[in-house]
């Protein structure tokens, strides 16, 4: 399969040219969430963690604290641009969930950030299946608008309004 042929178009180009505005203005993820998927997945110096569909490694950053080995894929080149200036020491490679560029059972942890409604259902979670390791842990997370802001739930009717 062409790793560029399931990316979703939107993504392919809003990602490619808006890669800095993208790290500027996607919130952070709470540490309470990170904390606990660090500790539920057992993430620790001897695992080895895909953050798939990394973007420009926002959520990549807040594992390195556990000492894994991370591994990065991302597809959209502008994202990858971004990524290794900010996390220069971690590994970035070409690929979308659909053809992850890693051996079989390579990984212990599988971990998703804000990407995951962007793949393609059955094929990327079989091909997720296929890299873990037996007993390996995929993981979600996103974030969510917190409406209990006034001023976000004013900029949310803007934009369906506007």
């Known amino acids: 399969m062409n790793p560029t042929s399931s990316i979703h178009n939107a993504a392919a180009q809003g990602f490619q040219i808006a890669a800095t505005a993208y790290e500027r203005g996607r919130p952070e993820y709470p540490q309470e969430a990170v904390h606990f998927l660090l500790e539920t997945l057992d993430i620790s110096p001897e695992k080895t963690?895909?953050?798939?569909?990394?973007?420009?490694?926002?959520?990549?950053?807040?594992?390195?604290?556990?000492?894994?080995?991370?591994?990065?894929?991302?597809?959209?080149?502008?994202?990858r641009r971004q990524f290794s200036s900010l996390l220069p020491g971690i590994e970035i490679m070409f690929g979308t969930a659909e053809s992850i560029p890693l051996a079989s059972a390579s990984v212990d942890v599988v971990l998703v950030a804000q990407a995951f409604h962007w793949f393609q259902g059955k094929s990327s979670l079989q091909e997720i299946h296929r890299v873990l390791k037996p007993g390996g842990w995929l993981g979600l997370i996103w974030n969510v608008r917190d409406e209990s802001v006034e001023w976000v739930i004013s900029l949310w009717l803007c934009k369906r309004l506007g």
């Open 49 to 79: 963690v895909l953050d798939l569909g990394a973007g420009t490694g926002k959520f990549t950053r807040l594992l390195t604290c556990a000492g894994a080995k991370l591994i990065a894929v991302e597809p959209v080149e502008g994202m």
